[in-house]
């Protein structure tokens, strides 16, 4: 772990996240005092100099994000941390929240003060009682301190569905209404919560900024991959003898994560395939280990980087089993507001089951890649867009599996 860069985690273990005197004496909020002090356009300027995307999976860039909010006039904007944490083997989010929840406080304040927003909301997974107790604690004692200023922030808790990661489903959920994606646009930077301006931004993105406006936006640019800079911190499960989470740079490969911080595959086994970005991520053979993880460069590969979690296979394992199990996740997950998505699901799962079965055919192999790539192009949000992504790239990349179900 000697490699690690933690600007996301550098108060990790450090401080007491129950403590804020603790974030205070480690110069928290001293990047919110700088942001005050500087005019909005040019904060907005800084960020998006800086080069931060999103790191909840979208990968847009920050800083021009918050610009859309900043030049649209409202007599009320918003800031939403997106803290719906929906995939199987993420827990970045939940690593800050629990250890770290100031920063995302100031992180949400610095941006509320950059697009003239005077309220936010933290949107916690169901799943995540314990966490909005720490976020619910952090609130009351930054409000104590006065250290938000006018700025004021809320925690509302989802009812775990996978949909409402999507920030527009998100933003259905918090008005109170079933947790559906809006068509767009209007993108939420123009009209989002209620109607109004809103900036949806991920734990982890929010969590860079206070170190972004403290240090700038060009040391923050010259830190790992040139396109997608920074940091990440990758969660890593499966057949490895790690199973932990760090912060790398983004230039880091997917070699090094599996071999060099997770320690190799686990009981002296062989690599298969892993498959990055969550449950919604592409599996990727070894062919490809030497690809940067940044989401350009995965993107490349036909993969994403998405949430960063990291989950490998050994060759013991029956991996059309697995995207079996896989489909079936989306199937349930799926809201159903499109055809696409609802019925594409649907069909896919039965398609898998009968593979799995040993009932599959060369003809359903070709059905798969004509139904992905209709869901790919016309599902309204990225859950429909993406669950074909299992599917698709294990037939790519290990057809023989399939073809081994019914030869």
Request: net charge negative; proline share 4%; with cysteine.
């Amino acid at each position: 772990m000697a490699e690690e860069m933690r600007i996301i985690l550098r108060n990790y273990g450090k401080i007491d996240p129950l403590n804020i005197d603790d974030y205070i004496n480690a110069g928290g909020y001293e990047a919110l005092k700088k942001a005050r002090n500087m005019n909005q356009a040019d904060l907005i300027a800084e960020v998006e100099k800086s080069g931060l995307r999103g790191r909840g999976g979208a990968a847009f860039n920050a800083g021009t994000k918050w610009g859309f909010s900043y030049n649209t006039p409202a007599d009320q904007k918003y800031v939403v941390c997106n803290a719906d944490e929906g995939e199987p083997g993420t827990y970045k989010d939940r690593t800050i929240m629990e250890n770290d929840p100031q920063s995302v406080l100031e992180g949400m304040a610095i941006c509320g003060y950059a697009i003239g927003a005077t309220k936010g909301y933290i949107y916690c997974r169901g799943e995540y009682p314990y966490v909005v107790e720490i976020l619910n604690q952090a609130i009351s004692q930054a409000k104590e301190k006065g250290v938000l200023g006018d700025f004021d922030i809320e925690v509302r808790m989802g009812a775990g569905a996978y949909v409402c990661g999507e920030e527009t489903a998100l933003i259905e959920s918090i008005e109170g209404n079933r947790g559906e994606p809006r068509f767009k646009p209007p993108f939420p930077g123009v009209s989002g919560l209620w109607g109004k301006p809103t900036v949806v931004n991920n734990v982890e993105t929010l969590a860079n900024i206070p170190a972004i406006v403290e240090k700038g936006g060009d040391w923050y640019n010259s830190i790992g991959a040139s396109r997608y800079p920074g940091t990440k911190i990758v969660t890593l499960s499966g057949d490895v003898n790690n199973r932990t989470f760090f912060e790398v740079p983004t230039n880091t490969t997917i070699r090094e994560v599996i071999y060099e911080f997770g320690g190799g595959i686990r009981d002296g086994k062989n690599f298969k395939a892993v498959q990055i970005g969550g449950t919604s991520g592409g599996f990727i053979p070894e062919a490809y280990l030497d690809t940067p993880i940044d989401a350009d460069s995965m993107s490349a590969i036909g993969a994403t980087l998405g949430s960063g979690a990291v989950f490998v296979m050994d060759e013991t394992r029956d991996i059309v089993d697995v995207v079996t199990r896989i489909a079936k996740f989306f199937r349930h997950e799926s809201c159903g507001k499109c055809t696409p998505c609802r019925e594409g699901t649907n069909r896919m799962y039965e398609m898998m089951e009968r593979f799995n079965a040993g009932t599959g055919n060369e003809l359903d192999l070709d059905l798969f890649e004509r139904l992905g790539r209709v869901m790919g192009k016309v599902c309204l949000c990225g859950l429909g867009q993406a669950a074909p992504a299992p599917v698709l790239t294990t037939i790519k990349h290990f057809r023989g599996d399939y073809e081994a179900k019914y030869l």
